[in-house]
């Protein structure tokens, strides 16, 4: 009897210790300074690089780069060369959605470099070249002068007007209201399919 209860108390002590070690473990994964649990990144002792630097040799200048998982800022990144080696695994052209529902994660690559950092995503229905149709405006934040804007968790449904097997073009440009009158200038386009 005294075994089966010391062997009791034993088990019940490596299941707290096991316990214990997941959470600090946890812990130590979302610690500050470190990129999200679900983010692509790169080692952290790596060298950052230049704020506001386009990938190697400006490879997706002018382009929106889609994906179905978290992208990790550029800061993460231990050389420009890593992040386009990344972004390439990454890129996405169809998103899967459940329910009416589609989660985006978006990095966008200005050019030019942008005065402010006030923009809109454009999402405009190109499923028919003939008939574009714009669906919705997103009002985002950037920063003055640097060529990427990084967009996490855009979720888009049914509801806002967009539909399963569709293609949309999202468009980065200024805000209407920032924007001079008559100019349109769009910062960087990309297309994706909502399955």
Do not use: C
Request: charged fraction near 20%; aromatic fraction near 6%.
């Amino acid at each position: 009897m005294r075994r089966d209860v010391a062997m009791a108390g034993l088990g019940f002590w490596l299941l707290v210790s096991a316990l214990l070690a997941l959470l600090g473990g946890r812990a130590r994964a979302n610690a500050p300074g470190l990129p999200p649990a679900g983010s692509v990144a790169a080692s952290a002792a790596a060298p950052a690089p230049v704020p506001g630097a386009l990938p190697t040799s400006g490879q997706f200048q002018g382009q929106v780069v889609f994906s179905d998982v978290l992208i990790a800022p550029a800061a993460q990144f231990p050389s420009p060369a890593a992040m386009t080696d990344a972004l390439k695994r990454l890129k996405r052209t169809t998103v899967e959605g459940a329910g009416g529902f589609w989660r985006l994660h978006m990095v966008a690559f200005l050019d030019p470099a942008p005065r402010n950092g006030a923009f809109q995503l454009r999402a405009t229905d190109v499923t028919d070249p003939k008939d574009p149709r714009e669906v919705r405006l997103f009002d985002v934040d950037g920063t003055p002068g640097d060529h990427e804007l990084a967009v996490s968790d855009l979720v888009v449904t049914e509801v806002m007007g967009f539909t399963r097997g569709h293609r949309y073009e999202i468009a980065v440009i200024p805000r209407r209201d920032d924007q001079p009158a008559g100019k349109g200038d769009v910062y960087a386009k990309g297309v994706i399919t909502l399955m």
